[in-house]
């Protein structure tokens, strides 16, 4: 199956789809790509503190609304959950946690600063999800650029998974990110792909990278 674990285009809730039209805009999008089943993940993180609550309608709006416009691509709800303080506790603390495909937790380091975990160790984060019975997936690796690769492999050696953007394979997020991507995956240590998608400007860089023949990754 034609999987998408990692994707922000519920309406209003994150920087992704700003309202229904742009969702249905994105999904049209993923589902010409030949995307089967999408997992909805809008951040959980400081500046966008959403919960399952406050999730289910704009998932169940989008739901509704791909039916009534005939778009045959099944959406899950889940999050993508930053591992910073403002939020990360509440989410372990209040049953926050939505798996996908009922095993997988995709956990996020800051993008750009480690100093925004404050007291936040990754690792032990990591291993509070494994004790559990479930498998931490960590997104877009290629694009922390405070993460070593030792570091990164120290992950993967406790059960992380790795998932990288197909829009850093397709030179979205610059050259020093596509270039990281691709020889992660080369080295093979990449589990899952994900489209990240959030705005027009993701489907024409994207769409064009399938355009030219790039695959899909199936997972069974």
């Not at 739901?63 to 691509?73: G, M, P, R, W």
């Not at 798996?99 to 480690?114: G, N, Q, T």
């Not at 406790?158 to 610059?174: D, R, T, W």
Request: include cysteine.
């Amino acid at each position: 199956m034609k999987l998408d674990f990692h994707s922000h285009i519920l309406p209003g809730l994150d920087d992704g789809a700003r309202d229904l039209d742009d969702s249905l805009m994105l999904a049209s999008a993923m589902k010409g790509w030949g995307f089967e089943r999408v997992y909805c993940t809008p951040h959980i993180n400081a500046l966008y503190r959403n919960t399952p609550e406050s999730i289910r309608p704009a998932f169940e709006q989008l739901q509704e609304a791909l039916s009534t416009h005939n778009i045959d691509l099944d959406i899950r709800m889940s999050a993508e959950y930053r591992l910073v303080p403002e939020t990360w506790p509440d989410v372990l603390e209040k049953g926050w946690l939505m798996p996908i495909e009922d095993k997988y937790i995709l956990m996020e380091l800051p993008i750009s600063r480690r100093s925004e975990m404050k007291n936040i160790s990754p690792m032990d984060e990591f291993r509070k999800i494994v004790s559990i019975g479930l498998t931490p997936i960590l997104p877009h690796p290629e694009r922390y650029g405070y993460l070593s690769h030792d570091e990164l492999l120290e992950f993967v050696d406790i059960g992380v998974k790795i998932q990288c953007n197909y829009g850093s394979l397709a030179g979205l997020y610059g050259h020093d990110a596509e270039e990281i991507a691709g020889s992660l995956v080369k080295e093979g240590i990449v589990s899952f792909y994900g489209t990240d998608m959030h705005n027009a400007h993701y489907v024409d860089v994207m769409g064009q990278w399938f355009a030219d023949g790039n695959e899909i990754a199936d997972y069974q």
